[in-house]
């Protein structure tokens, strides 16, 4: 049981460039999360989905697209990078019940620097 | 504006030492709160509150929430340079959406 993965762990892009973030998990979670935490920031929601085929905008949106093609997959694209987005990103997830369903479970991050 | 805010932003204490640390929150259609320890990687669970008064208690660490007040306190005593990471504050609202807070940075000194 890996619980939640993400890929790649770094990165660093030029400004411009293109890039897909994926978000795995094998704990059959309904609910997956992208956020993006910056020093002194905490974390910050970008998007979300509530199951496969959904997706819906968290706080901070603008500059990124997802993807829930399958449900244990969520996908975290930058069509433009800018240095604005250089960030630590975190992936959770969350069971739509029982007794862990307050609980969001985090992958790794991945560090994009974005020159 | 919902909002969920964390204080102090940083505090340094030695080994001993009992610290309590603050959550205050705004956050319409709340659901529950949750305390999170993050060193060097991901957030890893500590607490999830959804009752007033109610404490929990987790080894040297405890916490408790005030519905009335809007606020959470998450306690640890006896503190060892172990407990030094990021302490994240989240509120869970609406159907199944958080809001962190900004983090308090502990440091313990030996």
């Known amino acids: 049981n890996a619980g939640v993965t993400q890929t790649p762990k770094f990165r660093v892009l030029k400004t411009g460039q293109s890039m897909t973030l994926l978000c795995a998990q094998d704990m059959n979670h309904e609910y997956m999360y992208w956020y993006r935490q910056d020093p002194g920031m905490g974390l910050r929601l970008i998007h979300y989905s509530v199951g496969e085929g959904t997706t819906a905008k968290g706080e901070v949106p603008d500059g990124y697209n997802v993807s829930r093609l399958k449900k244990q997959n969520f996908l975290l694209g930058l069509e433009s990078a800018a240095p604005s987005q250089t960030s630590v990103y975190f992936c959770?997830?969350?069971?739509?019940?029982?007794?862990?369903?307050?609980?969001?479970?985090f992958g790794p991050g991945t560090r994009l620097t974005v020159l | 504006e919902d909002k969920v805010v964390q204080s102090p932003l940083s505090l340094v204490v030695h080994e001993g030492d009992t610290v309590t640390l603050n959550c205050s929150y705004e956050?319409?259609?709340?659901?529950?709160l949750l305390w999170y320890k993050q060193e060097k990687k991901a957030p890893t669970f500590l607490f999830m509150l959804t009752s007033s008064g109610i404490e929990k208690k987790s080894g040297r660490l405890s916490s408790i929430l005030d519905k009335k007040e809007l606020f959470s306190i998450l306690n640890i005593t006896a503190t060892q340079t172990g407990d030094s990471a990021i302490y994240l504050c989240?509120?869970?609202?609406?159907?199944?959406?958080?809001?962190f807070g900004s983090g308090t940075k502990l440091n313990v000194k030996p």
């Open positions: 959770a997830s969350t069971p739509s019940g029982g007794l862990s369903y307050n609980e969001q479970f």
């Open positions: 956050v319409t259609n709340f659901r529950s």
């Open positions: 989240a509120v869970k609202y609406n159907f199944n959406k958080f809001y």
